[in-house]
């Protein structure tokens, strides 16, 4: 079965220019989350998607923005890149979202598309 | 807010040690606490995971008990492999919060050399 896939693994970017990554979930999964990795941080939250709507979003700047498609694949597009935008970005997938008051909070990752702003 | 904070790395081990890596969190109420594993070029995998106090995780080898008189969650295995060799990172899922919202710590890298 396929995992969480990514595109593109890698790309350059520089200052003031856009970016759109792309994710498609695991098959059946319907929850989509993005995640910025900073070299040596954890990920940090940006955003959920769920039946196309947005159900949760991080303190990142309007710069960034996201949409999730009827097949559950999404994008997440960051305007007006800055050097600080560089960074590993993770989509995860899950089979649904919270809340919950049990919440198993299982996410799938992908491998991760590097951005790098010059 | 919530927060997870994790033991400074790099840990370097020798083959058949014993590993602990430190993780105690701030939260409200009872989050569910985890341990993610990146190994060497591929995306972050759960290694285990505990949803309510006293609960232990446990996968490969590996253990963590969800402490809440301590707020920890001290990833443990008896005898590192060179395999075990990745960054680990401890996670929380606030209650009540988005199953895709995680609060990740900065991650420890370990080294285990044969």
């Known amino acids: 079965d396929a995992g969480v896939t990514q595109s593109p693994t890698h790309l350059i970017k520089t200052r003031g220019q856009h970016v759109t990554l792309r994710c498609s979930p695991i098959?059946?999964?319907?929850?989509v989350s993005w995640y910025q990795q900073v070299l040596g941080q954890g990920p940090q939250f940006i955003f959920q998607?769920?039946?196309?709507?947005?159900?949760g979003r991080g303190n990142f700047p309007d710069r960034f923005s996201a949409r999730q498609f009827p097949n559950y694949s999404s994008e997440l597009n960051v305007n007006a890149l800055l050097l600080g935008d560089s960074a590993l970005y993770l989509c995860a997938s899950s089979p649904r979202p919270g809340p919950s008051t049990s919440n198993t909070g299982e996410l799938f990752f992908g491998e991760g598309s590097r951005l790098t702003v010059l | 807010g919530d927060s997870v904070t994790q033991m400074e790395g790099p840990v370097t081990l020798s083959e058949e040690a014993f590993l602990t890596i430190n993780c105690t969190y701030t939260a409200t109420g009872y989050p569910s606490l985890f341990w993610y594993v990146q190994y060497p070029g591929e995306g972050l995998q759960l290694l285990l995971k505990?949803?309510?106090?006293?609960d232990k995780g446990s996968n490969k080898g590996f253990e963590a008990t969800y402490r809440k008189e301590t707020t920890s969650f001290h990833l443990e295995k008896g005898s590192v492999q060179v395999s075990d060799s990745a960054v680990y990172f401890c996670a929380l899922s606030e209650v009540g919060g988005s199953q895709g919202n995680l609060i990740f710590g900065k991650g420890t890298k370990l080294s285990v050399k044969p």
């Open positions: 998607y769920y039946e196309k709507e947005e159900r």
């Open positions: 098959s059946g999964h319907k929850s």
């Open positions: 505990a949803t309510k106090a006293d």
